[in-house]
């Protein structure tokens, strides 16, 4: 059961931090910036490092992104409110404008999340590739929606060892992309 006030709520909640843009993939929105929870998790580091404005959160994740992305006003103070409902925050108004500090149920979380923290610094930088136009060829792009569509159809239907299966094969299918192509042999080089 989901409770907006318990300090130790996890961030997956679907709102991802997009902000949308025309002309872009996926039916007009802009390359996807942050997973499900990550602007969370991020703002949520960002005003335990130091204390902050919303206004100084936006520039500080513009700067993130060396200008290539900046979060709408309207992503981040609703993820602020979240957070500071949640006990993980608090924000103090001063001159009409309120100053964000992590409390110690926030600083707990941190603590709690720091792999998934270096996993949204991570996809920061790949998101900072694509925004730059370094984005993955429209066939890659192709077999990833093929991919989210099979996952999507097989909805429900998640047996211990069907999990385990899918967990294998996409780890596997990770790691071989990481790790780049196999060294050919040289019958298989071109001439």
Not at 67 to 77: E, F, K, N, Q
Not at 142 to 147: K, R, T
Request: charged share 30%.
């Amino acid at each position: 059961m989901r409770d907006h006030h318990h300090p130790r709520r996890e961030f997956g909640d679907g709102h991802d931090g997009l902000e949308r843009r025309p002309g872009r993939e996926r039916g007009g929105r802009g390359p996807r910036v942050f997973a499900p929870g990550d602007l969370k998790l991020l703002l949520l580091a960002l005003v335990a490092e130091q204390p902050c404005h919303g206004y100084d959160l936006i520039r500080q994740i513009e700067g993130m992104f060396d200008g290539a992305y900046s979060p709408s006003p309207g992503v981040i103070y609703p993820t602020l409110t979240f957070l500071e409902e949640s006990e993980l925050i608090q924000g103090d108004a001063q001159a009409g404008k309120k100053l964000y500090t992590v409390t110690e149920a926030g600083r707990a979380s941190l603590a709690d999340q720091t792999i998934a923290l270096d996993g949204v610094r991570t996809r920061i930088d790949v998101s900072k590739r694509s925004l730059r136009g370094h984005d993955r060829p429209a066939e890659i792009h192709e077999a990833v929606h093929n991919l989210r569509h099979a996952l999507q159809l097989h909805h429900g239907r998640w047996s211990p060892d069907e999990i385990v299966r899918v967990r294998d094969l996409l780890n596997s299918t990770a790691k071989a992309i990481v790790d780049g192509p196999a060294t050919q042999h040289p019958q298989e080089k071109s001439v």
